[in-house]
């Protein structure tokens, strides 16, 4: 199956629209997700096998949620939360959500999204979403499923900079029943002067609005900050502050790179506007080196969830070994196809047999704490 996808299928998608593509992916996702023999069909095509790769070793717990093994579908495939058990079936233990803004906004004009090769993606969507009641309806569907689901929460373009902390808050509000998790997404590097919000004072400003709102619920669920690749070293430290400070549960390294050389690369102009993902190594190396920055300023103080070029086994262990308890991925569904997560989970047994380790936790950090 892998080998149809890579030669057959990823080869005739390649010539595609990319966002098309990507709607229709869901949407087939969705339908197959309704009905119990197709959501097993799914299930074989992607693992292969009869059932969903299962295997306790690879169970991690993040701020108290619990997930099956540490790969997590990362924002952006589901903005509205149509495929979230069919993204499950396919060997993902949860999905992040979104972004989800507090009012439904369009994004940037078509074309917004291409595949530059078969494995690597620029997109400057700049924030499509249906908007957060919409998306909460859509979720309601999963509610007995016990899928953890994260939400990452934006910022309509139009809302001015000091109305950020109150629309986020209305997200986590109106998500808060459908959330296992929020995250903040202030690394977009597609809605022009967002990024300005990582700093200190108005990160602050956000966090605690969010958190104000879960008090109010009755019960500060898992809160991380989502933060650029394309940060310096100083203003990570500066994040990480921000997540100490105020109890948050971590943070998510890292979103799209904005980087000029690495767009120029692949024949796009080095300042035009959107952000690179997956398999490009340097992009790969930046996000890691970020989660092995956290990893070694804050310790186990902090959660990490990597993210950026996790492609397989190799790759995700780079992120877990950096530092990452869980890790995400979006371009690779693509690139490698649907049975990317499964591959994922059994190579990582597989090392871990190899190399006589007893659980997943045993990798977190191996090569920035010796
Ligand atoms: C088409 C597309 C849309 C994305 N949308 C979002 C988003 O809305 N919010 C977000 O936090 N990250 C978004 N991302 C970034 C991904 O979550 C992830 O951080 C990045 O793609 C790196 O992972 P990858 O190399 O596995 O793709 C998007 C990525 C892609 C390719």
């Known amino acids: 199956m892998p080998e149809i996808y890579k030669n057959i299928v990823s080869p005739f998608l390649y010539k595609q629209d990319s966002e098309t593509w990507h709607t229709r992916a869901r949407e087939a996702l969705h339908l197959a997700e309704a ?36 790969l997590i579908v990362g924002a952006g495939w589901d903005k509205q939360g149509r495929a979230v058990r069919g993204l499950h079936q396919l060997g993902f ?3 992040e959500v979104g972004s989800v ?3 439904p906004q369009e ?3 078509k074309p917004r999204q291409w595949m530059l090769t078969p494995g690597i993606a620029m997109n400057r969507l700049g924030f499509n979403s249906p908007g957060a009641e919409v998306v909460a309806r859509n979720l309601r569907r999963y509610e007995r499923d016990g899928i953890p689901v994260g939400i ?5 373009k139009d809302v001015p900079d000091i109305e950020a902390p109150g629309v986020h808050a209305l997200v986590a509000e109106k998500l808060y029943d459908q959330a296992a998790y929020f995250v903040i997404n202030v690394s977009s590097p597609n ?4 990024r300005k919000l990582q700093d200190k004072e108005p990160l602050t ?8 709102v879960m008090d109010v619920k009755g019960c500060r669920k898992p809160l991380f900050v989502k933060i650029a690749p394309d940060l310096t070293s100083t203003s990570v430290d500066d994040v990480i502050d921000v997540v100490l400070n105020n109890g948050l549960t971590g943070i998510i390294a890292t979103n799209t790179t904005n980087s000029g050389d690495i767009k120029e690369r692949y024949g796009r102009s080095a300042n035009e506007m959107g952000g690179i993902s997956g398999d490009d190594q340097e992009y ?3 996000a890691t080196a970020k989660v092995a920055h956290i990893r070694r300023v804050a310790g186990d103080s902090l959660e990490i969830i990597g993210v950026g070029g996790i492609k397989d086994t190799a790759t995700a262990l780079e992120k877990i070994k950096a530092g990452a308890r869980a890790i995400q991925v979006v371009t690779a569904i693509r690139g490698e196809g649907p049975s990317v997560a499964a591959k994922i989970n059994r190579g990582l047994v597989e090392y871990m047999q190899q190399e006589g380790i007893s659980h997943i936790n045993d990798l977190v950090g191996l090569d920035v704490d010796r």
């Open 107 to 109: 994004g940037n004009p």
């Open 191 to 194: 809605t022009p002067g967002l």
């Open 35 to 70: 009905n119990p023999l197709t959501l097993w069909l799914l299930e074989k095509i992607a693992t292969y096998k009869s059932e969903r790769f299962y295997d306790e070793r690879l169970n991690v717990v993040i701020g108290g949620v619990e997930f099956d093994n540490p």
């Open 101 to 103: 803004l507090a009012y």
């Open 205 to 212: 400003d956000i966090v605690q609005a969010v958190n104000g």
């Open 152 to 156: 990452s929460i934006g910022k309509n």
């Open 93 to 95: 233990s949860g999905v």
């Open 284 to 286: 790969r190396d930046m």
